[in-house]
């Protein structure tokens, strides 16, 4: 009886991995998803490593504004207290996603990809802005020289770190080969949703959960000039919280109806920003408001106001702007979801 001929190394095995239909059992599934986690790029592994470590370090950071609520003997006003453990929660809720998506990365799962992406746009704004704001902090004129460029350092690293870090994430998740790693990874289909969409939705929900704690810290609203207080400020403080909820929530799901309140949402506060920034009676009653909330604290005379403003609403104008125009732009994604 004639020998079967042997089969060629590595058919037996794959052979193994089949049912008797001929279809991939589970065993192979597991190894192709084994395969690609090892092709994960360097890249993407120091990506994972570098934000790693950096929700590490926040956690600790939040860790220590906690504590500083029992260690530090400093009079502080009570009222602060809640804004205090709302931001050390928020900084300890972002680490932990942070944490998420570094193991993500290295599953080559598309959602890390665009958490990641999201998290260094976010990021790169809120470097700049506090850059910006730094430097609107006016140093003490009896200091040195030596002082004063030692501080602009160290604001520069302080900033500029987080900033760089953001920008090459931006940079490195967005070439063709990164792209190409994890559309080849096992992560179901996407979601369709552009990037700008996407950080403009979570900068809502973000906003929008931060406008509720002046109402637990009674702190007052300013509307085009004017302050309110009591119960007024804490329901101006509740609509925009509800206004920013359902536009994130709505351009998550790429609903129609939330880009349009979005662009009319960001629209309204882009007019607000340009009067505050530019009518000159609105300006100088916001100025002597900042002047009178302060004047009862250390380093009153800290900041030069002019140059706060200027930042403040400047910058925030450019960002709702931008908002606008990515609304606009991006208008045929909802399209799509409609159509579907």
Not at 54 to 60: E, K, N, V, Y
Not at 107 to 116: E, H, P, Q, V, Y
Not at 216 to 242: E, H, K, S
């Amino acid at each position: 009886m004639a020998r079967r001929p042997s089969s060629a190394p590595g058919t037996s095995t794959l052979r193994n991995c089949e049912n008797s239909n001929g279809a991939p059992s589970v065993r192979r599934t597991a190894s192709k998803e084994m395969i690609i986690r090892m092709r994960t790029p360097v890249a993407v592994t120091a990506s994972a490593i570098v934000a790693i470590l950096g929700s590490t370090l926040a956690l600790i950071f939040a860790a220590g504004v906690i504590a500083s609520l029992f260690i530090d003997t400093s009079p502080r006003q009570p009222e602060l207290a809640p804004t205090i453990v709302f931001g050390a929660a928020l900084i300890a809720a972002s680490a932990i996603f942070g944490v998420l998506t570094a193991v993500g990365l290295l599953g080559l799962r598309s959602w890390a990809r665009t958490s990641i992406l999201v998290f260094a746009g976010l990021t790169a704004a809120a470097s700049i802005f506090g850059l910006l704001m730094m430097m609107s902090v006016a140093l003490p004129p009896d200091i040195s020289a030596a002082t004063r460029q030692t501080f602009r350092r160290t604001m520069a690293l302080m900033f500029g770190i987080p900033f760089a870090i953001s920008v090459w994430w931006l940079i490195q998740f967005n070439t063709r080969s990164t792209k190409a790693a994890f559309a080849s990874g096992i992560s179901g289909p996407g979601s369709g949703r552009p990037l700008s969409i996407s950080l403009i939705a979570w900068s809502s929900l973000i906003g929008g959960v931060t406008s509720l704690v002046p109402i637990l810290t009674r702190a007052p609203a300013m509307f085009f000039g004017v302050q309110f207080n009591g119960w007024a400020a804490g329901v101006i403080y509740a609509v925009i919280a509800g206004i920013s909820i359902y536009i994130g929530k709505g351009l998550l799901e790429l609903d129609e109806g939330a880009r349009v309140v979005g662009i009319g949402w960001f629209s309204f506060s882009f007019v607000q920003l340009a009067v505050n920034l530019l009518v000159p009676s609105v300006r100088a009653r916001i100025m002597a408001l900042q002047r009178a909330a302060i004047q009862n604290q250390p380093n009153a005379n800290s900041f030069n106001q002019d140059m706060a403003i200027n930042v403040f609403f400047g910058f925030g104008a450019i960002v709702t702007g931008l908002c606008i125009w990515f609304l606009i732009r991006e208008r045929a994604a909802f399209g799509q979801i409609s159509q579907k």
